[in-house]
């Protein structure tokens, strides 16, 4: 099978919906499927990919702007090579998603995909949009469950979270005996994953010991907040490998998410997949893998310092519910193979 896979970001460049695209595509070139991926930034993962080196995109406002400029040359350069493939996979929004039939048509196509990575966006006009241009597709994934129960009706959709990369997984809990830092997060450094309040968690609990990974447009300025309150009991690690965090989390105890907003974060399985418990805001789209009191402590609240502090102390003085909770977590996340979810993803194509 011939997949053509479009996104305007792929690895290097960070974040889950690169992530995706960068597993899906190896795993389905594993399956023995040719893929090419055209894209604007990041790095090829196979010699056929085609990115367009038009940095210059990057400043036109709003987002959909940028789509229509890169789909517009995706179309010209498809026009002239004549390329044909069996399957179009678009990931983005309905700016992307919208080109769809144009390039069906001129690439002959027996397919369009579409995954849909983000949350359920609150304007009308932009839910409009994304329902016309789903409707286009002959198969529409989705990250995240909220947007995916509100979509259901309007298009074939799928829901399909992201998987873990493998080296996440571990066999046995045997493997957590060294222990460092009692909690931990991930995250990219925006104001949607909500780290002041992780901080001021830190700084709530001095009696444990914090480790805060990643790194984004608020990285200078969470620094400077970390050095003027002296929050000894906190490590800011910064940017780091998946090896690199995978190690961290292995030598915490608890997994904490503050986030605002999400479709499916993957950190959050990525933590469940070395067995982490977890504590987490009760943001949209981590129902359907974390059930509350089963394997993770939900705060309603995602700014409520006190009832972070008093789930996390809740775990923290009981050795027992730490690794039950673990156990559960990394019962669970033999779902979050990416073999398996390439190979669900893959058959939807009904090619």
């Known amino acids: 099978m011939k997949i053509l896979r479009i996104a305007i970001s792929i690895p290097p460049y960070p974040g889950g919906m690169e992530n995706h695209i960068k597993q899906l595509t190896i795993e389905q070139l594993k399956l023995g499927h040719s893929v090419d991926i055209f894209f604007l930034r990041g790095s090829k993962i196979s010699s056929s990919d085609v990115k367009f080196h038009l940095s210059w995109i990057f400043n036109l406002k709003p987002q959909f702007i940028r789509y229509f400029f890169f789909y517009f040359l995706v179309i010209v350069y498809l026009l002239i090579r004549r390329k044909k493939y069996d399957v179009i996979h678009l990931h983005g929004?309905?700016?992307?998603?919208?080109?769809?039939?144009?390039?069906?048509?001129?690439?002959?196509?027996?397919?369009?995909?579409?995954?849909?990575?983000?949350?359920?966006?609150?304007?009308?006009?932009?839910?409009?949009?994304?329902?016309?241009?789903?409707?286009?597709?002959?198969?529409?994934?989705?990250?995240?469950?909220?947007?995916?129960?509100?979509?259901?009706?309007?298009?074939?959709?799928?829901?399909?979270?992201?998987?873990?990369?493998?080296?996440?997984?571990?066999?046995?809990?045997?493997?957590?005996?060294?222990?460092?830092?009692?909690?931990?997060?991930?995250?990219?450094?925006?104001?949607?994953?909500?780290?002041?309040?992780?901080?001021?968690?830190?700084?709530?609990?001095?009696?444990?010991?914090?480790?805060?990974?990643?790194?984004?447009?608020?990285?200078?300025?969470?620094?400077?907040?970390?050095?003027?309150?002296?929050?000894?009991?906190?490590?800011?690690?910064?940017?780091?490998?998946?090896?690199?965090?995978?190690?961290?989390?292995?030598?915490?105890?608890?997994?904490?998410?503050?986030?605002?907003?999400?479709?499916?974060?993957?950190?959050?399985?990525?933590?469940?997949?070395?067995?982490?418990?977890?504590?987490?805001?009760?943001?949209?789209g981590i129902k359907y893998f974390i059930k509350p009191r089963i394997n993770a402590i939900y705060v309603e609240n995602p700014f409520d310092v006190s009832k972070y502090c008093t789930s996390l102390i809740d775990f923290l003085s009981s050795d027992y519910k730490l690794s039950l909770f673990s156990y559960r977590n990394l019962f669970d996340s033999k779902n979050f193979d990416w073999s398996l979810i390439a190979q669900r993803i893959t058959s939807k194509y009904g090619l």
Not at 187 to 204: G, I, M, Q, S
Request: charged share 15%; hydrophobic share 40%.
């Open 93 to 284: 929004d309905w700016s992307s998603f919208i080109f769809g039939p144009f390039i069906k048509k001129i690439t002959t196509a027996k397919v369009i995909a579409t995954t849909y990575h983000g949350s359920l966006n609150s304007g009308i006009i932009k839910k409009c949009l994304l329902i016309f241009s789903l409707k286009k597709s002959n198969v529409c994934f989705f990250n995240g469950y909220e947007v995916f129960s509100a979509m259901r009706g309007c298009c074939n959709a799928i829901f399909q979270p992201s998987g873990v990369n493998s080296i996440f997984r571990i066999s046995d809990l045997s493997e957590l005996n060294n222990k460092i830092y009692d909690v931990v997060t991930v995250a990219y450094f925006r104001p949607e994953k909500n780290l002041y309040t992780f901080l001021n968690v830190a700084k709530a609990l001095p009696q444990y010991t914090f480790c805060l990974i990643g790194y984004g447009p608020q990285s200078q300025e969470i620094d400077n907040y970390i050095k003027k309150q002296k929050m000894k009991n906190l490590l800011n690690l910064g940017k780091l490998t998946q090896l690199q965090i995978k190690d961290i989390l292995q030598q915490s105890k608890i997994f904490l998410f503050t986030s605002l907003k999400e479709g499916t974060p993957t950190v959050l399985m990525e933590a469940m997949s070395v067995g982490l418990p977890i504590v987490s805001s009760d943001v949209s």
